[in-house]
Structure formats: structure tokens, C-alpha cells
């Protein structure tokens, strides 16, 4: 059998340059000042609102997959689904300079999401200058805040033979 992940790979990237704007919000224009922010908190406010973020609570339910040890910082393989009824999943970081990386309209069926035994999944890779902690917080249709967190250990085999 014939490996699909290139075409699935380049099909993604194509819809992905295609704009966000066809398959669903811009969470750029609607909450600009959440993309700012360095701190996780202060995102996380910024995208949700005060009220909402301080009864956000941990969940099984929430998935963030991150390699154990992760090779190449300029390409580092995430995954993050729910198994909840999810609206939203955003992704942040605790290391660069923008503490938010990416929001995921989950109520939006695209080619980008795949849905696994009532689970909707993204898969995504991201740049990570060094290691760190990513959190995964998933905003339901009922609006309450879930989230998880996945450690990010960088090795760069470069800086090691030097």
C-alpha cells in the first residue's frame, strides 16, 4: 500500500493557505489583543473572557499528544482532540514571545479535522525554540473551559555535537 501522508500532508497545507475564512471564524479579528499576550493567563482571558477562564478545569477528556523527545524544534507533530462537545480548542505555549499558537473551530467538519470514535482530532506540527509547556483548552458548546498540558522536551542532536 502506498503512504498517504504526503497527499494527506499537502491537501491540509492546501486548505490551510485557502484561509480560515472559508471553513470558519478569525479568531485574529475577534480577539486580536489574545494574540499578544507572552503569559498563558493573559491569552487565555483575552480569547475567553475573565468570568469564563476562572472556571476552567482539568479534564481526561481533553488529548494533547507531544513526542516524548522531540528531535527537530522546527517541526514538532501535535495532536489535540476531545472527546467533549467541543466549539473551540486552542493550543499555548509557555517558551516564544506569543503565548497563544493556534484556536480550532471545532464545530466546522473540514478535511482538517477528522473525527475518531466521537473524538474530534487536529494534527498540526509547530516551531518551538526550546523546551516547555503546551496546554490544550477546549471551549464546549455549553461554553465551559476544559484543558490539559503535555511537556516538550527539545533536543537538538546539532547543539550536542558541537
Not at 20 to 32: A, C, I, Q, R, T
Not at 63 to 91: C, F, N, Q, Y
Not at 93 to 117: G, N, P
Request: proline letters at 3%; glycine letters at 4%.
Amino acid at each position: 500500500m502506498r503512504d498517504e501522508r504526503p497527499r494527506r500532508w499537502f491537501l491540509f497545507l492546501g486548505f490551510m493557505a485557502l484561509g480560515s475564512k472559508l471553513f470558519g471564524k478569525e479568531y485574529h479579528e475577534m480577539h486580536p489583543q489574545a494574540w499578544s499576550f507572552s503569559s498563558i493567563n493573559d491569552a487565555a482571558m483575552a480569547l475567553y473572557g475573565k468570568e469564563k477562564f476562572a472556571t476552567m478545569q482539568k479534564s481526561d477528556a481533553v488529548v494533547l499528544e507531544v513526542p516524548s523527545v522531540i528531535k527537530d524544534p522546527e517541526r514538532i507533530p501535535i495532536v489535540v482532540g476531545t472527546t467533549l462537545e467541543a466549539k473551540t480548542i486552542a493550543i499555548f505555549q509557555d517558551r516564544q514571545e506569543k503565548s497563544l499558537v493556534a484556536v480550532f473551530d471545532a464545530s466546522v467538519q473540514h478535511s482538517t479535522v477528522s473525527v475518531q470514535k466521537d473524538a474530534v482530532v487536529f494534527e498540526f506540527e509547530m516551531k518551538m525554540e526550546s523546551k516547555g509547556t503546551l496546554f490544550a483548552v477546549v471551549e464546549t458548546v455549553e461554553g465551559k473551559l476544559y484543558y490539559t498540558r503535555a511537556y516538550a522536551d527539545i533536543t537538538c542532536l546539532a547543539c550536542i555535537a558541537k
